[in-house]
Structure formats: C-alpha cells, structure tokens
C-alpha cells in the first residue's frame, strides 16, 4: 500500500515532426498500439502504479482533438459508449479510475518545459513523468521505476546499451555495474562513431539508453526551473539530468522490457504506415 498518494505527469507537448505525414491531423500521442490509443496505455501504467491523478500536458496546436480525447477519458465514458452501441457493458478500465487533467504546454517548445508546466499544475512533492510517445504495453514502466528508486531521489529507466539505437536516445554513462548504478553523465543522441568511441571507453556494461521515465523530485525541479529561465535555447531534460548528476545522485534503474516509440516513423514502401509500430 502506497503510503502518499502518487501523481503523474504525462508529456505530450511535441508535434511529431518525425512523422509529419499524419501528425498535423492526429497527436503521435493517440497513435493506436494493440487496439487503443497510446495515450490510454501510459494511463493504464499510471494506475497500475497507484497513482491518483494524471495531468496530461499537451501542444496547443492539438486543443480541438484534446475536447474529445478528454471526453473519452472520463470516468464512465467507456460505459457510456457500450450503452450507445447497444454492447454489454463490460468492466471499467483501471485509467478510468484515475482523476485526468489536460493542460495546454504554456512556454517554449521543450520537455523540460511539459515537466514544470504539469508539476506547477499538481502542487505536490515527488512526480512520476511519462513521455507520452514512449508506451509500455504490459503497463509496468512507472512501477518497476518507483520500486528500484530511492525514496526522495531523482531516478531514470533507461535499457541496456545497444550501438544501433544509441543515436536516437541519450546515452547514459554509469558510475557502478549491474542494475543498481548512477548516472555519472550523459551524451545526447551522439553519432555511431562518437556512440563506438563511448563503448570503446567506458564499457557497454556502464552504458544505458535513457527511457522516457523520470522521478521528479523538488530539488530536481527546482533545477530544472533555474534551468529554464536561463537557458536561451530550447531546454532539454536529458541534459538538465547530466548538469544535475554532476553534484547530485541519480539513480539509474535498468528496464530490460521493449518500449514503443510512437515518434518514429514507418519506412514500409517509402510512407508513415499504420501497420507497425518500432520499438525502442
């Protein structure tokens, strides 16, 4: 039994310009993963951790589209439908349970940015933060992240290092072996050479991909507002992470189950396809 109540904050507040041939239309966020929108699994995760609210902080652009998505994830809105559809009406979603707020990304374009913009929102002490482009289909992303962390210490999911994939995820230098380490630096999205140079250096074994899974702690958030306000560029997590683990314990957790990255783009005959989703 949790002994606080638990609260996630979930980004969404990018554009999906990976896919930009159909992310004008639809938020990469509701791009659907075995059946239901990718959005839905990372409430599932969140109430499978015990969490009881969720605020979802989401791009401007997308508020007409945000109306319906929070209509859909009320509770009883699924019960409502069944009733409409003349369908039996079946259990309720654990999501359902959940108290869900949509709030407009106000500020630059960043995920730094989604993070203060939903912990301002929430008024409360540490915070789960999901990317909500990063799905977990069996639901246990958060939780596997809240049991290994620290009480009142930032930590990060991140998977096992692997060449190909190290330039689209920032790469996370340990301090210690095993899945009990921290971080003791990060390069963000390096190329295969400087990826190789890395694995050369420090070893495969002390290298881990960051995952779209954080614990927010006050200190932690405190960091990154001083961050935003005086970085004139657009502030990255990632990177707000490395400069904060240079004084500072990050713990960093090792998560060995597949993720979905709903960002990236299809390459079956040339087009954003709806037939597959790649995995992290």
Known sequence: MKSHPISVVIAAGGLGTRVG???????????????????????EEAAV????????????YYAPLIDWTRQVLTPGALARYQRLARQPIGHIPPAERLRVDFIPQQGRYADVTSALNGAEHLHTGDICLAFADNVDPSHSALTELMAAAT????????????????????????????????????????????????????????LRLLQGRVRLTPE??????????????????SIALATYARNHSVRVVTNTKPMID???????QGSDSWGAVHRD
């Open 21 to 43: 041939g159909w992310s004008p239309f639809l938020p990469k966020e509701l791009r659907p993963v075995q059946g239901r929108p990718g959005l839905v699994h990372v409430l």
């Open 262 to 268: 709903l960002g990236t783009p299809d390459t079956n």
């Open 151 to 206: 009480p009142h210490t930032p930590a990060v999911l991140a998977r096992p290092f692997d060449l190909e994939a190290a330039g689209s995820h920032g790469v996370i230098i340990c301090a210690g072996l095993g899945p009990d380490c921290t971080m003791a630096g990060l390069v963000e999205k390096p190329d295969r050479a400087h990826a190789t140079r890395l694995a050369a250096l420090h070893g495969t074994d002390r």
């Open 49 to 60: 951790l015990g969490a009881d609210r969720a605020v979802v902080v989401h791009h401007p």
């Open 220 to 237: 932690l958030l405190h960091h990154l507002t001083a961050i935003a306000r005086h970085t004139a560029s657009e502030p990255k997590l």
